[in-house]
C-alpha cells in the first residue's frame, strides 16, 4: 500500500548536492595526512581526508579535486554529513559548480522525517533531476528494515514528476505490493498519495475497510477522500476537506454519504435498539463543518454546520474507531462544541459580525434540522435571518452614570404554524458608586420593548407587543492577602476573596399576549430574587530566571446562595408549601499545573435534603519521551430523576514500544453500560499497529489500524 507514495523522499532540500555540497562562496576547508598539489591545479588528498564548510563535513581516506574544472573525487569509502542528513557511499563524483554528483552504492539519511534511500547508482543528473538506480527507500534503522519500498528504477523531477519501474512495497523481504511502472508527483510540500487503511468487523455493518486518500491541493488547501465498503451496508464516500488561510482564517468540513443496502425493521428488536422510529431513506449522509473567516472591513465570520439525513445515522456510524471521533477534533481547533449524536435537534448557525470598542453589529442565520421522528408535525421556529446592534457601556459624559443598548430584529420561519418577524429594543443605564476603597453598589435599570408582525397565512398578518422592566442593584467588595510561597515553582500566592450581594427585579406586561415561537421576555418571566455569592481564587506567580514574571489563576470556587422573593408570595394550593430558597450552588476549578483540569459544580436543595444536580470533569496528562504522554479523563453527570452518566478514559504508554487504552461511558441509573472501546497499539521504530474493539447497546465493532513512520498514519488519537 505505501508503495504509492515513494515521493516522500525526493525534497529539493533533502535529495540535493544543494544542500550537501553548498552553494555559497564558503570555501571548502581540507586535511588530511597527506596534501599534493598538483601544477595542472589538482589537489590529492590521502588519509583520514576531512573536507569541511559550515556545518557539512565530508570524511574519506582518498579525495582528489580538480580546481579548474571544480570536479571532486572520492574514493575508498566516505560519508558527508550535512545538518544531521548523512550521505554514504564506496566512491562518489561531484561537480561543485554544476552541483550535479553521481555515488556509487550510496545511503542517504534524512533526519528530519527519518528517511533512508539508497541505490547501487545516486546521481544528481540536472538542477532539479535525479537518477536512481535499484533504489530502497525506508524509516526503519538497519540493513535488514521491517518495510521498504524498491524500485529498479526512479527518475524525479523536483517540482516536476517522477517514475519507479517494478515498484515493490515489501516487509522484510518480501514483497506485498507490486506495481511494474508508476507515475507521481515530485513536490517539495504536501504529498498527495494514499494513507494506511482500516480494516475491521462489526456486528450492524459486518466486514468493514476504509483507505482514505490525502489530497494536497495547494499550500492552503487540502481534502482527505474515504473510501470504505461495509459488506452489509455497502458502499459509503466520505470527504474532509480543509482551508487555512491566515491565523484568523481556517476551516475544517466533514461529508459522508451511504446508499444503505439494509431496510430498517421495526419489528427487529435490534434495529428498535437504534430507534423506534421509521426510516424510509435509502440514501444516508451526513454533513458537519466549522469555519472561522476573517473578511474585509474587519467582518468576522464563524460557521457552524451540521445536517444529517436521518436520526438513525448518527447512532449508527458515529463510532469511536472508524466515525467523528477518529477525524480531527472540531470542538477543540475551534473552540465550539458538536451536538451530541442522540439530540433531536441538529442546528446550523452562521454569523457576521464587526466588533468595536464603541459597539457590535452582527448579523446571523440558523436553521434547526428535526433529526428524531420523522412523523412529527415540525414546528421548530427558525430565526433564518437576524440582525443585533450593540452599544457597550459607555460612561455619560463626566456622569457617574452609563448606558448600554442591545437591538434585534429576526425574521422567523416554520414549516407548521404562524411565520412573521420580531424586533425589540432594550436600553439599560447603570450607576457605580464606590464608599472608601473597598466597597462598590451598582444599581441598574433596564426596559424592553418587542414588536411582532405575525403571518398567519392566506395573507393575514397581524402585529403585537411585548414589554418589561427590570431594576436591581449590587453591592460588592474585594479582599485579597499574598502569602510567600515555594512550591511547583510558585513564588507567591494570592488569595482574593470576592463577596457579592445582588438582587434583581423584572415585572414583564404584556404576560396575557401568546407568543408564537421564543421571546426571551417569556423565558426570563417575573423575577423577584436576591442573592448572595462568595468567589474565592488563588493565583500563583512564577518568576524565571531573566527576571520576567508570569501569573496562572490555580483555583476558583464560587458558591452562591439565591432567594426568590417571588415564590414566597406565591399563591398556593392547600397542602403545597413554597419553595422560596433555591439550591445552594457551588463551582469549583482546580488547575494547579499545565497537566492537570479539574472542573465541578453541585446545586443542593435544603427542603429535600438531597443534591439536584452535579457534574464534574478532570482531564490529567504526564509527558513521557519521545513527545508521547499518558492520559486520563473522567466526566460524572447527574440531574435528579432524569439521568446519572459516567464516563472515564485513559491511555497508557508502556514498556517495549506497546500501549494500552479504553473509555467507558455507563448509566448508573439502569445499570448498564451504553458503550466500552478498548485498543491495544504497537509502535516499533518505523511502523505500528493498534487493535480495537468496541461495544455498545447495540453493535459490537473490531478494527485494526495500521501506521508506517514518514508515510502516514491513520491511528485513533486517545
Not at 451536538?339 to 454569523?351: C, F, P, Y
Not at 492577602?481 to 511547583?488: E, G, K, P
Not at 432524569?642 to 494500552?660: C, D, K, P
Request: glycine share 8%.
Amino acid at each position: 500500500m505505501c508503495a504509492f507514495r515513494p515521493q516522500c523522499a525526493f525534497s529539493r532540500d533533502r535529495l540535493s548536492t544543494d544542500s550537501l555540497l553548498g552553494d555559497d562562496e564558503t570555501p571548502w576547508q581540507i586535511t588530511a595526512k597527506s596534501l599534493t598539489y598538483k601544477d595542472n591545479g589538482v589537489v590529492i588528498a590521502e588519509g583520514d581526508v576531512v573536507i569541511t564548510k559550515g556545518q557539512q563535513s565530508l570524511n574519506a581516506q582518498e579525495a582528489v579535486y580538480d580546481t579548474n574544472t571544480g570536479i571532486a573525487e572520492v574514493a575508498k569509502g566516505f560519508r558527508l554529513e550535512s545538518a544531521g542528513d548523512i550521505l554514504e557511499g564506496e566512491q562518489g563524483v561531484f561537480d561543485l559548480e554544476n552541483r550535479t554528483g553521481k555515488i556509487t552504492k550510496g545511503r542517504l539519511f534524512l533526519s528530519e522525517n527519518h528517511f533512508y534511500v539508497s541505490g547501487d547508482v545516486l546521481e544528481k543528473t540536472g538542477e532539479d533531476s535525479y537518477l536512481i538506480k535499484n533504489c530502497q527507500l525506508t524509516t526503519c534503522d538497519g540493513t535488514t528494515p521491517d518495510w521498504s519500498i524498491t524500485g529498479s528504477e526512479i527518475r524525479v523531477t523536483v517540482e516536476g514528476y517522477g517514475t519507479v519501474k517494478h515498484a515493490a512495497f515489501r516487509v522484510r523481504q518480501t514483497p506485498i505490493l507490486y506495481l511494474p511502472y508508476m507515475i507521481f508527483p515530485a513536490k517539495t510540500k504536501r504529498q498527495s498519495g494514499l494513507l494506511p487503511p482500516r480494516v475491521g468487523y462489526s456486528t450492524l455493518n459486518g466486514a468493514d475497510m476504509e483507505v482514505p486518500f490525502f489530497w494536497a491541493i495547494s499550500d492552503q488547501t487540502d481534502a482527505t477522500f474515504y473510501q470504505r465498503y461495509m459488506t452489509k451496508r455497502g458502499y459509503m464516500q466520505g470527504l474532509e476537506f480543509r482551508y487555512l488561510l491566515d491565523r484568523d482564517s481556517e476551516g475544517t468540513f466533514f461529508f459522508n454519504i451511504l446508499s444503505d443496502n439494509k431496510e430498517k425493521d421495526l419489528s427487529d428488536p435490534d434495529d428498535v435498539k437504534i430507534s423506534p422510529f421509521r426510516r424510509s431513506n435509502d440514501t444516508r449522509y451526513w454533513f458537519l463543518g466549522k469555519s472561522d473567516q476573517s473578511l474585509s472591513l474587519g467582518v468576522e465570520l464563524r460557521l457552524d454546520a451540521d445536517y444529517v439525513s436521518d436520526q438513525d445515522y448518527l447512532r449508527e456510524f458515529q463510532e469511536e474507531l472508524f466515525g467523528l471521533t477518529s477525524r480531527p477534533d472540531l470542538v477543540n481547533k475551534f473552540g465550539r462544541p458538536v451536538q451530541e449524536k442522540r439530540s433531536a435537534l441538529r442546528t446550523s448557525n452562521l454569523r457576521l459580525s464587526r466588533d468595536r470598542d464603541s459597539y457590535s453589529l452582527q448579523a446571523g442565520s440558523s436553521f434547526s434540522e428535526q433529526a428524531a421522528d420523522p412523523d412529527l408535525q415540525d414546528e421548530t421556529s427558525q430565526p433564518l435571518l437576524g440582525l443585533n446592534f450593540i452599544l457597550p457601556t459607555e460612561q455619560v459624559m463626566d456622569f457617574p452614570l452609563f448606558f448600554n443598548l442591545d437591538t434585534d430584529y429576526d425574521y422567523v420561519w416554520r414549516e407548521e404554524g404562524v411565520k412573521g418577524h420580531r424586533a425589540s429594543v432594550s436600553p439599560g443605564v447603570n450607576f457605580p458608586l464606590w464608599f472608601g476603597p473597598y466597597l462598590e453598589f451598582e444599581p441598574f435599570f433596564r426596559y424592553s420593548y418587542n414588536v411582532q408582525w405575525l403571518d398567519e397565512g392566506k395573507g393575514n398578518m397581524d402585529y403585537q407587543y411585548k414589554r418589561s422592566y427590570e431594576a436591581g442593584a449590587k453591592l460588592l467588595t474585594d479582599l485579597e492577602r499574598v502569602y510567600d510561597f515555594n512550591w511547583w515553582g510558585a513564588k507567591r500566592l494570592k488569595h482574593r476573596m470576592r463577596p457579592m450581594l445582588s438582587y434583581t427585579y423584572r415585572i414583564p406586561q404584556d404576560e396575557d399576549v401568546e407568543s408564537p415561537w421564543f421571546e426571551p421576555i417569556d423565558v426570563n418571566g417575573r423575577e423577584n430574587r436576591i442573592a448572595l455569592s462568595l468567589s474565592n481564587y488563588l493565583d500563583a506567580r512564577f518568576d524565571n530566571k531573566k527576571g520576567g514574571v508570569s501569573y496562572r489563576q490555580w483555583v476558583t470556587l464560587t458558591v452562591t446562595q439565591a432567594y426568590d422573593i417571588e415564590e414566597e408570595r406565591r399563591d398556593t394550593e392547600p397542602g403545597e408549601k413554597r419553595k422560596p430558597f433555591e439550591p445552594l450552588n457551588a463551582t469549583l476549578q482546580v488547575q494547579p499545573l499545565g497537566n492537570i483540569d479539574f472542573l465541578g459544580q453541585v446545586n443542593w436543595d435544603h427542603y429535600d435534603q438531597e443534591i439536584t444536580n452535579a457534574g464534574a470533569s478532570l482531564d490529567l496528562f504526564f509527558k513521557r519521551s519521545g513527545g508521547r504522554k499518558d492520559t486520563f479523563k473522567i466526566d460524572y453527570v447527574f440531574e435528579r430523576d432524569i439521568q446519572e452518566t459516567v464516563s472515564a478514559a485513559f491511555a497508557l504508554n508502556l514498556a517495549y514500544g506497546f500501549s494500552v487504552g479504553a473509555s467507558i461511558k455507563r448509566d448508573i441509573r439502569l445499570d448498564t453500560n451504553i458503550s466500552n472501546c478498548y485498543w491495544m497499539g504497537y509502535d516499533s521504530q518505523c511502523w505500528g499497529v493498534e487493535l480495537g474493539a468496541e461495544i455498545d447497546e447495540k453493535d459490537t465493532s473490531v478494527k485494526v489500524l495500521f501506521s508506517l513512520l514518514g508515510l502516514g498514519s491513520n491511528k485513533t488519537s486517545n
